[in-house]
């Protein structure tokens, strides 16, 4: 859905900076609830009530005094096939209609209540997680009988994708973020603490020692520029097998921990690569390394860092660390992170958008980049969701100050939709698949993409 109501602009961008600053969750689904309703065409009353995951009812209702009246008789509200609008969205997971609440069976049980209020009709629809597991419900009531329009619907959606952010980054916040038990004394290569002995980890220790990783690189670029950076991927060509992608051996090496010994050469001959790029006239151009969590775990990672920089004499501001989404950082390790930035160098969430508790990396550390993921990028022409989920996450980007990066960018009508979002930069097989570093020679990398 792309805003062009200015005013309903604004209130997207409200909501967006009360999540990312971390507002109390009821505070800013009372502002959504107010929102839609100063844009229904029709006059509506919204509501939207929590799901209390261990009663397995619905409560914690938000809304306006009418429907706090309203929820004080029917909570909590049981979750079933014939709970009225809300208990039974909930119980089907998809949205309810019911033009007139007085005739339909779904309301027997709560007809008396709502008709004390004046309820007359009503839309309702679950809010699920990014799982697709049940948060709550959002529901319009009407004081007449009325069919809602596509329109309403649509924007409801809209703002519902905004709920579900906000409900799942509160949730986020009420517990530790959970990162596995890794020792800290395995600076020599040593087996980490609960990891479990693989036979494929002798074969990567030797396959490191015999040279057989090579890094391929994958270019990113601006909407309007040349190609402004590379990200470094790790590739082994393996004396049988031929060249494995990192999916056939990736997880084994973070579950044994030899990912630490992994990406120090990775960093290491990536920087020695781009550097001599840098030299033969592309200097501006940045180098992206994937960092894993267990890295980030250890509190002399900056300094191992801020050592290879300058013996290899590289700009730090030049090197962008990306931090996967999917590794949940304990709170320490903002402190290491923010060691890195202190010396310079850049660092991105990549995958973001999968899990909603990276905002709180946002709120509470400076990063530069935000990298969507690829997920959404491949369903964004054909699901509104995703369009939305998108949008918003470019406009948040452009809140923050944050260069936003659209991954697995393979079609051209992916690429214009990205463009009327705004977005700032793109990756993906539409520009090029991940090479070796010599197609990037001379004059190969200069192109523009429009």
């Avoid at 005013?7 to 967006?16: G, N, P, R, V």
């Avoid at 038990?181 to 490191?208: I, M, N, R, T």
Wanted: glycine share 6%; charged share 25%; with cysteine.
């Amino acid at each position: 859905m792309m805003i062009k109501d200015p005013k309903l602009f604004q209130d997207q961008t409200i909501i967006i900076q009360m999540i990312s600053t971390g507002a109390p969750v009821k505070k800013v689904l009372s502002y959504i609830v107010s929102s839609i309703e100063k844009h229904c065409s029709i006059h509506a009353h919204g509501m939207i009530m929590l799901y209390n995951r261990k009663k397995n009812v619905l409560e914690q209702s938000v809304g306006s005094s009418i429907v706090q009246i309203y929820s004080g008789m029917i909570e909590p509200l049981q979750i079933g096939p014939y709970e009225g609008a809300n208990g039974t969205a909930a119980f089907r997971k998809e949205s309810i209609i019911i033009p007139d609440i007085e005739s339909d069976i779904l309301f027997n049980k709560y007809r008396d209540h709502a008709a004390q209020v004046g309820f007359r009709s009503c839309y309702s629809s679950p809010i699920l997680s990014s799982r697709k597991e049940l948060l709550g419900t959002f529901t319009l009531y009407f004081q007449e009988i009325y069919q809602p329009s596509s329109e309403l619907m649509e924007m409801v959606e809209f703002f519902k994708q905004l709920a579900t952010i906000a409900i799942e980054f509160s949730l986020s916040q009420k517990k530790e973020i959970p990162l596995q038990d890794y020792s800290h004394d395995d600076q020599d290569g040593k087996q980490l603490q609960g990891s479990a002995v693989h036979p494929l980890l002798s074969e990567l220790k030797k396959a490191l020692e015999r040279s057989e990783f090579e890094l391929y690189y994958q270019p990113y670029y601006g909407l309007r520029k040349e190609m402004i950076g590379l990200e470094a991927l790790i590739r082994w060509n393996h004396p049988t097998d031929g060249v494995l992608s990192p999916a056939s051996f990736l997880s084994i090496a973070e579950e044994t921990g030899f990912i630490l010994e992994m990406e120090n050469w990775v960093l290491a001959q990536s920087i020695k690569q781009i550097k001599e790029l840098h030299n033969s006239g592309m200097e501006n151009l940045r180098l992206s390394v994937n960092i894993s969590a267990q890295q980030l775990a250890k509190e002399d990672f900056p300094d191992r860092i801020e050592k290879l920089l300058q013996e290899l004499s590289f700009s730090p501001d030049k090197l962008t660390l990306e931090i996967t989404e999917r590794f949940l950082i304990k709170k320490y390790t903002i402190g290491v992170l923010n060691r890195l930035k202190n010396l310079g160098i850049r660092i991105s969430i990549d995958d973001f958008g999968v899990s909603y508790s990276s905002l709180q990396y946002i709120r509470d550390l400076s990063v530069d980049e935000l990298k969507i993921d690829r997920s959404f990028i491949s369903s964004i022409e054909k699901d509104v969701n995703s369009q939305k989920i998108v949008e918003m996450l470019i406009m948040l980007g452009h809140q923050l100050n944050l260069n936003i990066v659209a991954e697995g960018v393979e079609k051209e009508t992916q690429l214009d939709l990205l463009r009327r979002m705004n977005c700032h930069s793109v990756q993906g097989f539409l520009f090029s698949k991940p090479l070796p570093i010599e197609n990037f020679m001379g004059q190969k990398c200069r192109q523009q993409i429009i």
